[in-house]
């Protein structure tokens, strides 16, 4: 089915080295237990349940409020003027309007319109990193010096369904630019895609659908792995050539699982394992983690990222952190500050917030 | 014996599990071509195909027609012209027994020379609903079904009733699924090889009161096929050793279950079950394994009552006790059974053959059961509103 792979073919490499200038998360306060779902429709049990609680969006909070948080964090760290941004792309599958970007209204409050590409992102869970990629070639290609990348979600699960205790909120964004700036270096991605209909939602459907178990092998594991292996190889490296790894993460088991896999240990996993205490933030998911390395790396530092989008594919990230990470650090909330600001709310609150009481 | 014994003259198999990425008919087609090539390539003239789902998860009917058209078997001569006999046999979870059946009695009678019988399942085809309302089309519908009683729901009443009668405790049938699992662990065919424990199967998530999740085996995805062929037709160079069907019964009951007298007497079991020890001159004692019909734990208990291995309401004890396991008095489920094996719906009788056949012809590895000889085989539609049961015998080393 496929052809041997070579880095010179396979691997996406921009013309000059690129590398993330800026980062920043956000993640809202509201925090939903898993048990209290299960309260309502599980029978109160107790054992089994995917992660222990997570992130809710507050009545005032979207993708739009919620990508103007991270990026401004992202500026915050990069310290550049947004007049200099070339393109402001946001990824995500809940944008607020159907038709109207995301993107514009983030731009705009940035300071970076008018000469800027601006457009909002779907592919299920990996439009955050889909648009990482597109900035990385922007940037590569030297038509622009900085390009920002983001990838948020205020999921939605439909009530009793098995991704009701996950669908969380929050997400995390990028400023893209030369390598020589950058307080990480995006050395390659690699891309895996195929037609893999394991999670949908229709034109005018409410929630998502999804297969079930498909889900599982055919769809997240077959992805990730093979956009992990396939990096890898091309990158002539293996597990232990990195300190850090974070894959997307729908629940605990699965990125637990895949780094297992490709032979990466809980200890490389653990600070961007983020899914038990905020869930799965979808187009987030993998890139929340990635800051919550950031947070915690040290100069010369090697991550490996792998997301997933449902539909289906992964993209796979080769990167290594510089000398000038540790002065932009402190200069916006690191990720856990964000998970620690935590309100305990209860199902009906929840379904409150989340607009599950129909009103008319 | 005698020259018009019904040899099983080839098997095929694929492992049980959930076969996202292959279609029914190339599950199928591969079992197929591995049963003709292990009969060392002879050429049906008849094909019975076990299936219950199809038309409703795969929306295919005629699945003879189309097994024998995908499966290069059209032709009936050299003079390619359509021929060959194929049709598909449906009766719930006995599908596969029954199409055994067919091909047994085509033989036998000397109308067919070489039939292949292929059980298929596909359940991967559609999700949850529609899947439980397809499975429940196996009760009586507009009695049972239209209630909402789906087939493990009517299992769990059953469950709950019997252990009721006869002071089972909780965990009581928990011998049948880790006899199951145990086996299945030494067959690479199956779904789960993975043996578990008691503590395991304390703690499950229960699926329908009193049963959980390892008193339910998985639907899932399976093909299996059998070549039979009298004894006299079997090519020369034949190295397998001999195994005849000896004998085969079929037979039903009420369809739902509120119209049985005793809901907890599988009638039907007893009855197939006491027609192939007649019929073969054998006694019950004499069986090396039994596969019964484990679709759910508490069936596998009561099909052990019904077919006389042990008395109504200690069929459990059985299992208790290692009297099923592979060194017990009658082995049970001996490559895994539904539970371990997995359960592929319609295919469950003709997976029963030919894991029979694999005991009977010592190719069961770390699961043989040393010098087996007779083997019954059982598989039930509903709660044994059918139940076919063929009686298995090695007549040479």
């Known amino acids: 089915m496929t052809t041997p792979l070579s880095s010179s073919t396979t691997l996406l490499k921009p013309s000059r080295p690129v590398g993330i200038i800026g980062y920043g998360a956000y993640v809202p306060r509201y925090r939903l237990p898993a048990k209290e779902v299960a309260r309502i429709w599980s029978g109160g049990k107790t054992s089994g349940l995917p992660i222990k609680e997570k992130a809710v969006p507050g009545l005032d909070e979207d993708v739009v409020s919620m990508s103007l948080e991270a990026v401004r964090n992202a500026m915050q760290r990069a310290g550049i003027d947004p007049a200099e941004i070339r393109a402001v792309w946001i990824g995500s599958e809940s944008h607020p309007y159907a038709v109207k970007p995301t993107s514009t209204i983030v731009a705009e409050a940035i300071g970076a319109t008018p000469h800027v590409q601006a457009a909002d992102m779907e592919f299920a869970c990996k439009a955050g990193t889909e648009a990482m990629v597109m900035a990385m070639g922007l940037v590569g290609s030297g038509m622009a010096r900085y390009a920002i990348a983001a990838g948020l979600d205020t999921a939605q699960g439909k009530p009793g369904d098995a991704l009701e205790y996950t669908a969380a909120a929050g997400g995390a964004a990028f400023v893209i630019g030369p390598a020589e700036e950058s307080l990480a270096t995006l050395n390659a991605s690699y891309s895996f895609v195929t037609d893999t209909p394991d999670f949908w939602r229709r034109e005018y459907q409410k929630y998502p659908e999804h297969g079930q178990r498909f889900t599982g092998e055919p769809a997240y594991f077959k992805h990730t792995s093979e956009a992990g292996k396939a990096m890898l190889e091309a990158s002539g490296t293996t597990a232990k050539d990195y300190e850090w790894a974070v894959f997307h993460q729908p629940n605990t088991k699965f990125p637990q699982r895949v780094a297992s896999l490709l032979g990466f240990t809980p200890e490389q996993t653990a600070p961007g394992l983020l899914s038990p205490v905020i869930g799965n933030t979808y187009a987030g998911a993998a890139i929340i983690g990635l800051t919550a390395i950031l947070d915690v790396a040290k100069p010369g530092d090697r991550i490996l990222m792998v997301s997933f989008g449902s539909g289906a594919g992964s993209d796979a990230f080769d990167i290594t952190v510089t000398d000038k990470l540790p002065e932009r650090r402190d200069k916006a909330p690191s990720t856990q500050e964000y998970i620690a600001r935590r309100t305990e709310i209860d199902y009906a609150t929840y379904a409150r917030l989340r607009g599950k009481i129909a009103m008319k | ?397």
């Open chain 2, 1 to 397: 014996m005698s020259m018009t014994d019904v040899i099983i003259a080839g098997i095929g198999q694929t492992p049980v599990g959930e076969h996202w990425e292959v279609s029914l008919r190339s599950l199928a087609v591969k079992v197929m071509r591995s049963a003709i090539q292990d009969a060392g390539g002879l050429h049906p003239q008849a094909l019975y195909v076990g299936n219950i789902l199809a038309a409703a998860l795969s929306r295919q009917a005629q699945l003879g027609t189309l097994l024998a058209d995908f499966g290069g078997l059209r032709f009936d001569d050299k003079e390619h012209r359509a021929g060959i006999e194929a049709e598909t046999i449906e009766a719930g979870g006995a599908s596969g027994g029954a199409a055994l059946r067919q091909g047994y009695l085509a033989v036998l009678s000397g109308y067919v020379d070489v039939a292949l019988v292929v059980g298929v399942e596909k359940f991967t085809d559609m999700l949850g609903p529609d899947v439980e309302a397809a499975i429940a089309t196996a009760t009586d519908s507009d009695f049972e079904a239209v209630q909402g009683l789906t087939p493990t729901a009517q299992a769990a009443l059953l469950a709950r009733r019997y252990m009721h009668e006869f002071n089972v405790p909780a965990d009581g049938l928990a011998g049948f699924p880790l006899t199951a699992h145990a086996n299945a662990a030494g067959n690479k065919n199956a779904m789960y090889r993975k043996a578990i424990t008691l503590e395991a199967y304390q703690k499950a998530e229960v699926v329908s009161d009193p049963l959980n999740m390892f008193d339910v085996a998985p639907n899932a995805d399976g093909a299996a096929a059998l070549v039979l062929t009298r004894r006299e037709l079997l090519l020369k160079d034949f190295s397998h050793p001999l195994v005849r069907i000896a004998a085969s019964a079929s037979a039903s009951d009420t369809l739902g279950l509120h119209n049985r007298l005793d809901p907890l007497w599988f009638a039907a079991v007893q009855v197939s079950v006491e027609q192939v020890l007649r019929k073969a001159g054998v006694e019950r004692e004499q069986m090396d394994l039994f596969e019964y019909h484990d679709a759910y734990s508490i069936y596998a208990a009561l099909c052990l009552e019904a077919a006389g291995f042990a008395p109504a309401g200690q069929g459990w004890k059985l299992a208790a006790h290692g009297s099923i396991a592979l060194t017990g008095q009658i082995p049970c489920a001996t490559l895994g059974g539904s539970k371990g094996r997995g359960n592929p719906g319609g295919a469950t009788g003709v997976y029963q053959a030919v894991e029979a056949a694999v005991q009977l012809q010592g190719r069961a590895g770390s699961n043989q059961i040393p010098g087996a000889k007779l083997a019954l085989i059982q598989c039930l539609g509903g709660p044994a509103s059918t139940a076919v049961t063929h009686l298995l015998e090695r007549i040479s080393d």
